[in-house]
């Protein structure tokens, strides 16, 4: 359980990144913005993508490990008849074959193939650790780099938009996936299952747990007005809420724990009578053990 101090400008950020960024490049613009140190972001997005990053301020930042392991959703294009280094537009071409003879049929079949729980083998640049050092590192080195597959879930991997030019066929998608799960990777998947390699070339996330675009602030704006969301809010738009009486709440505002209210495996928020935000919680054994304590 980790005990918080306050930060009077506490709460998540809804970034709509821009292309060419780094999610460590948003940080950093934004802790100019907020004036602290104190941010972090939940869930990395590449340089070449687009759209919601969410980034915690002062306290917020002990959400954004719960909050990173929520569903995202994306809107991706995909090029089938090439292969690239690092399974997106940012790497070499390393292979060519033509996907001009791909049935519509055979597209909607590979697509449904990669749909539903699956076991992904994350790209060779990645920030996943082999041996203490990231995938990345070791790739640009020229090493071969074994990573394990992973169970992760494609919840739905649907084609909006199938545009064939020579060689080559650019398909639009929507995706909404679980934590983890390298839309790269799938890309690299579905052109390898239609036997002429595929590549990301565009990615916008659209969501991340209950927060989407339409909450997402370009960084422009939010250097003429910091929009923060609450803590308060932050917690009870993404967890089950759990309200408390006095007893209760002093209880928890000193590390305590309750008793299980059945409100399922995942964090749960605490809400104190006045409304307040107080902790975050698991159950667990019949007890609702703190995770995070945010009350003064």
């Known amino acids: 359980m980790d005990n918080v101090d306050n930060t009077d400008n506490s709460g998540l950020v809804i970034v709509d990144k821009p292309a060419g ?12 913005l907020a004036r602290t140190r104190r941010v972090g972001h939940a869930g990395t997005l590449d340089p070449m993508a687009t759209g919601v990053l969410v980034l915690g301020i002062g306290k917020a930042t002990r959400l954004l490990g719960h909050l990173a392991l929520t569903d995202k959703a994306y809107d991706a294009t995909i090029r089938l008849g090439e292969s690239t280094n690092t399974d997106d537009a940012e790497g070499e071409i390393t292979a060519t074959a033509s996907a001009a003879g791909v049935a519509d049929e055979a597209l909607r079949a590979g697509v449904e193939s990669l749909t539903g729980p699956i076991r992904q083998v994350p790209p060779q640049v990645s920030a996943i650790k082999v041996d203490g050092k990231r995938a990345y590192k ?29 060689d080559v066929i650019d398909v639009d998608a929507s995706v909404t996936c679980s934590s983890g799960t390298y839309i790269r990777a799938l890309a690299r998947d579905l052109g390898a299952r239609l036997g002429c390699g595929g590549h990301l070339t565009a990615l916008r996330r659209t969501r991340v747990g209950p927060y989407d675009l339409g909450m997402a602030r370009t960084l422009d704006r939010l250097a003429e007005k910091l929009e923060i969301l609450p803590m308060a809010d932050a917690v009870a738009a993404a967890f089950p ?19 299980a209210a059945g409100l399922g495996p995942g964090p749960v928020g605490v809400f104190g009578p006045d409304g307040s935000l107080l902790a975050l919680v698991e159950e667990k054994g019949g007890a609702a053990r703190p995770l995070a304590v945010f009350a003064s």
Do not use: C, N, Y
């Open 21 to 32: 960024w780094t999610s460590h490049d948003v940080v950093g613009r934004m802790r100019r």
């Open 241 to 259: 809420r759990r309200d408390v009486s006095q007893d209760d709440a002093r209880k928890v505002a000193h590390g305590g724990r309750l008793p």
């Open 138 to 166: 070791m790739a640009r080195k020229g090493e071969e780099v074994a990573l394990a597959a992973r169970p992760v879930t494609v919840h739905e991997f649907t084609i909006t938009d199938v545009r064939r030019e020579g």
